[in-house]
């Protein structure tokens, strides 16, 4: 009798990771923005900073709308402005330039480091895959204390920008440059798992194909009308358990 031969493994999923509000907070940026205010606005911290992040988000899919491109770097400086300029605290460029200077120490949420764990234990190849350029994306994760010395930074590619392709997320091309730098061909997309609190983010991968992860650290549910995603948890934590089981638990 013949013996079969042993079948392959199947590959590892390979996973892509949001920055911006996934693993990094967007909101603690807010004790350096109300340090820089006056007196008479330090109320005002917390809403500049939420409004700082919605027209940082607001501005890239206006670019990507229009055909246009300016990078990240560009875009928070500039929705920096406009978010100070509606609340109508004016500072000196100085301050704006310390403001922008901390957004490369943004503060990580307090699962990553057990997901960092868990991907290194389980040798799980991760990358982050974002809006922000290279060089916000090397400060970044050099000056974060949670992803400096983690098994993603010590990747030969510990991220990915939209910068080559001059275009934002959840432009379909964003998603298919990634996929070309992981060597993953369109047809096998979902092998890469797209993990983001954002669900515009998770919307544009599951376009592409790619199986999708949406951090649901609220618990508020899912609410967006023009797709759903594969998975949700509520925190970087149980990605691990879903990539590694290769489980099936969907929204």
């Given at each position: 009798?013949t013996?079969p ?11 892509a990771?949001d920055l911006y ?5 967007t909101?603690?940026i807010s004790?350096?923005?109300?340090s820089h205010l006056?007196s ?5 911290a917390?809403q ?5 992040r ?6 890239t899919?206006?670019l990507?709308?229009?055909g246009?491109?300016d990078d990240f770097?560009?875009?928070t ?30 503060s990580?949420f307090?699962?990553?480091?057990q ?8 040798q799980i190849?991760a990358?982050?895959?974002?809006n922000?350029t ?9 000056m ?7 098994c993603i930074?010590?990747a030969?590619?510990?991220f990915i920008?939209v910068?080559?392709?001059g ?5 379909p091309e964003t ?15 979902e ?22 992860i ?8 899912w609410?967006d009308g ?5 998975h949700v ?9 879903i990539?590694?089981?290769g ?5």
């Amino acid at each position: 009798m013949t013996t079969p031969p042993p079948q392959e493994a199947a590959p590892k999923p390979l996973l892509a990771l949001d920055l911006y509000g996934t693993l990094l907070d967007t909101s603690s940026i807010s004790t350096a923005l109300e340090s820089h205010l006056p007196s008479y606005h330090k109320h005002l911290a917390t809403q500049i900073c939420q409004d700082w992040r919605k027209h940082q988000l607001e501005y890239t899919w206006r670019l990507n709308s229009m055909g246009k491109y300016d990078d990240f770097s560009t875009v928070t400086k500039l929705s920096l402005t406009d978010a100070l300029h509606r609340a109508g605290a004016h500072l000196p460029s100085s301050t704006h330039k310390l403001l922008l200077s901390a957004y490369d120490s943004l503060s990580a949420f307090a699962d990553v480091p057990q997901l960092l764990h868990s991907l290194q234990e389980l040798q799980i190849p991760a990358v982050i895959f974002s809006n922000g350029t290279p060089t916000q994306l090397a400060s970044a994760v050099a000056m974060s204390p949670v992803l400096k010395d983690s098994c993603i930074a010590r990747a030969q590619t510990p991220f990915i920008s939209v910068h080559d392709v001059g275009r934002f997320k959840p432009a379909p091309e964003t998603y298919r440059y990634l996929l070309q730098r992981l060597g993953v061909e369109e047809a096998d997309a979902e092998r890469v798992v797209m993990v983001s609190s954002n669900p515009f983010d998770v919307v544009g991968a599951a376009a592409v194909g790619l199986r999708t992860i949406w951090v649901d650290r609220e618990g508020k549910g899912w609410g967006d009308g023009l797709g759903r995603p594969k998975h949700v948890v509520r925190s970087l934590e149980e990605v691990v358990e879903i990539v590694d089981d290769g489980g099936d638990e969907c929204f």
